[in-house]
């Protein structure tokens, strides 16, 4: 299975130029089978986003709110081109910009995953207070095989014993995620069940954020 995590920043680039067709077109050629999505708009303003990657794509989708925008919002999303059973949202713990979880289910050959997707805040007490929220939702999993993706917001974030940083595992952790600096923020975690046997940084600067994407094996039941 392969998977990719994208802040797509508004569908701009750094120098806030418009660039969503061509975030579209790279994420067309990388063949993903979950595509998680952060900074994403659904928006008469700038956009409904997440639908017009979405039919780009020929996926379904999952949008999860965070923020208030407009005659809209501004949050997360999640593409799959498998049978998507289930979506919720939940709020995550933030002092100043609301932040939310995007947790989702996906029918994928005869069994059911979960995908979760999320963007932290830039304060660290906010992002201390958000890894312990996370922590109290994946502890209930148990077996149940999860993959937790998104826009962290720190060069250290990690959800041992229960999820495994997919980078770490295939020693790139000090690669850069971000266009401008040499900072990694954007993660891909995975639970025991998964077996990771590629991790790829994408290097186009449609973004502030380089997609990266990871190939994983399940283990079977």
Known sequence: MRIVS???HGGKD????KRLDQMAETLSSLEADIIGLQEVHQNNRSGYQAAYLAERLQTSYAYGPALPIADGS???????KHPLVFSTVKSLPAKKEPRSLLQTTVKWDNRYLDFWVTHFSLDE??????????????????????????DFNSRHTEFTPHLLDCGRIQHMHRLSTLVPFSKRVDYIFVSSQWKVTEYQRIDVKWSDH???????????P
Request: hydrophobic content about 45%; aromatic content about 8%.
């Open 210 to 220: 380089y997609p990266i994407l990871v190939t994983l094996q399940l283990a079977e």
């Open 6 to 8: 994208y802040n797509i």
């Open 125 to 150: 007490s906010s992002r201390e207070a958000q890894v312990e929220a996370l922590r109290k939702e994946i502890a209930p999993l148990n077996d149940k095989p999860l993959v937790l993706l998104g």
């Open 14 to 17: 750094l120098f806030m130029r």
């Open 74 to 80: 501004y949050g997360n999303a999640l593409l799959t």
